[in-house]
């Protein structure tokens, strides 16, 4: 299974959430973003290098405490060089080596978002509680369903649970799909920081548990789509 974790706007939280749902569905975590990197840096090839044809993909992946990455680099060479219509078949590799796969996508819908949702069989929408966030998602879930990417989770973060929750509901009724509140919480701040899902830090964090349910949420989905159709 590939998931795509996307959102449109920059801030909302989709490395946060990349990083902590590679940990709970054991994924290997692809730092998708040629341009500006969020999730770490490794000690040798990286993205850029296996995109240029420079490394292979499953030779890449580095081991960063419990979470598995494909990192990406940080140069401009680099990015330039990389060739990104390699990419569903260097996803697809690692699919095949370790089973699931969870892209971080870039902000925006520039053509590299569109490409790994192509390439992916799942999205993961995460926003905010804020119209800038909101409407990005929007069009976000427009180019998903144009490339018949299913939407299988939204993740409404940096959220009070008790505050927003009929705000929720609206955003699960708009986006019919599953939507998880994940709160504004230092801890989450904390683990980030570090590299590190929140489980690792604090796993009596409130977040944990919000990290599970979109987990076991995608795979639900994943075991819907297998049903009707088979995994592409």
């Excluded at 590190?196 to 819907?224: K, M, N, W, Y």
């Amino acid at each position: 299974m590939i998931v795509a974790v996307t959102g449109g706007k920059g801030g909302v939280g989709k490395s946060t959430t990349s990083l902590n749902l590679g940990y709970e569905l054991d994924a290997v975590v692809v730092d998708g973003d040629l341009a500006t990197a969020d999730l770490p840096t490794g000690t040798g090839p990286d993205l850029h290098d296996v995109l240029a044809g420079r490394a292979d993909p499953v030779a890449a992946v580095e081991r960063f405490g419990p979470v598995r990455y494909l990192s990406c680099g940080r140069t401009l060479a680099g990015a330039r060089a990389a060739d990104l219509s390699a990419l569903d078949r260097v996803v697809e590799r690692l699919e095949r080596e370790f089973g699931r796969v969870v892209i971080d996508c870039p902000a925006g819908l520039a053509r590299d978002v569109g490409t790994q949702l192509e390439t992916a069989h799942l999205a993961v929408l995460v926003t905010t509680p804020d119209e800038a966030a909101l409407v990005d998602a929007v069009r976000t879930r427009r180019v998903a369903a144009d490339l018949e990417t299913p939407i299988a989770s939204v993740v409404l973060n940096r959220a009070d649970r008790d505050e927003h929750d009929d705000f929720a509901s609206r955003v699960e009724e708009t986006f019919g799909a599953t939507t998880t509140v994940v709160g504004n919480r230092a801890t989450i701040d904390d683990a980030q920081s570090r590299w590190l899902p929140v489980d690792d830090v604090d796993p009596d964090c409130p977040a944990v548990g919000a990290f599970d349910e979109i987990a076991r949420t995608v795979e639900r989905s994943e075991q819907r789509l297998s049903s009707r159709i088979g995994v592409r």
